[in-house]
């Protein structure tokens, strides 16, 4: 929860920036979930999958599952 606060806050600066630049920068994130015993690389490829999904959404996207 405390993440998705922290990305929502990052991309109200973004947006208000936006406004005021006339500049378009997009944030999209993936997540996935390493847990004890997983391996690192399995949880770093879900993560990116998640993050190319969010991207090819819209722009500003935060791809959880």
């Known amino acids: 929860v405390m993440?998705?606060?922290?990305?929502?806050?990052?991309?109200t600066e973004?947006?208000?920036e936006?406004?005021?630049?006339?500049?378009?920068p997009?944030?999209?994130v993936g997540f996935?979930?390493?847990?004890?015993?997983?391996?690192?690389k399995n949880t770093l490829e879900i993560a990116?999958?998640?993050?190319?999904e969010a991207k090819a959404k819209a722009h500003s996207q935060i791809k959880r599952k």
């Not at 993440?3 to 991309?11: A, G, V």
């Not at 996935?32 to 015993?37: I, L, M, P």
């Not at 990116?48 to 190319?52: A, F, H, P, T």
């Open 3 to 11: 993440l998705n606060e922290m990305i929502k806050q990052i991309n």
């Open 14 to 16: 973004i947006e208000k």
């Open 18 to 24: 936006r406004r005021k630049d006339k500049i378009f």
């Open 26 to 28: 997009t944030v999209s």
């Open 32 to 40: 996935a979930t390493h847990n004890a015993g997983d391996n690192f």
């Open 48 to 52: 990116d999958k998640r993050m190319y």
